[in-house]
């Protein structure tokens, strides 16, 4: 009976503390709303015209002597932000057989952009392209390059 009564009064007690209020110091910190820095000078602001610039996501890739060599799908940059490559969508009819290779960005001209139907001219053959290993997600990333200008990205 006595065991049946300390139990009882330890079932008690855990529930009395865990219905307890908290102690402020006790409590989880609520994060402060972000204030705005009366100081902070006001962002920049750069107007680029219409005709300057273009997005690439999408774009057709053309060689130099105007063979399909597919579009640019993803855009490579490394630590640092700075665009080191392009994964270009290659082969294929209709999206079958194609295949992702990765091709060194300066490979890539960007003079005849004028519009979004405008392609993206490589510095690279079909043939150098099609002997491209495959890129894939989570593996090494093997960068075509037309000059070999491309550096691995120093670890240190």
């Avoid at 273009?54 to 932000?81: A, F, K, Q, W």
């Avoid at 002997?131 to 000059?147: F, M, N, R, S």
Wanted: cysteine-free; glycine content about 8%.
């Amino acid at each position: 009976m006595r065991r049946s009564l300390n139990m009882l009064l330890l079932a008690v007690t855990l529930a009395a503390l865990a219905a307890a209020p908290m102690h402020a110091e006790d409590a989880p910190q609520a994060k402060a709303p972000a204030v705005a820095d009366e100081h902070a000078p006001p962002p920049s602001v750069t107007i680029i015209g219409p005709k300057e610039a273009h997005g690439v996501l999408g774009r057709d890739v053309r060689s130099p002597t105007n063979e399909d060599m597919g579009h640019i799908v993803d855009v490579i940059v490394d630590r640092t932000g700075t665009v080191r490559a392009a994964v270009i969508d290659f082969g294929g009819f209709l999206g079958v057989g194609s295949r992702k290779i990765v091709v060194d960005w300066n490979a890539l001209h960007f003079g005849r952009v004028a519009n979004n139907t405008d392609s993206i001219t490589l510095e690279l053959t079909k043939a150098q392209v099609a002997a491209a290993p495959e890129y894939k997600d989570d593996k090494p990333i093997v960068v075509l390059g037309a000059a070999g200008s491309l550096q691995p990205l120093d670890d240190h």
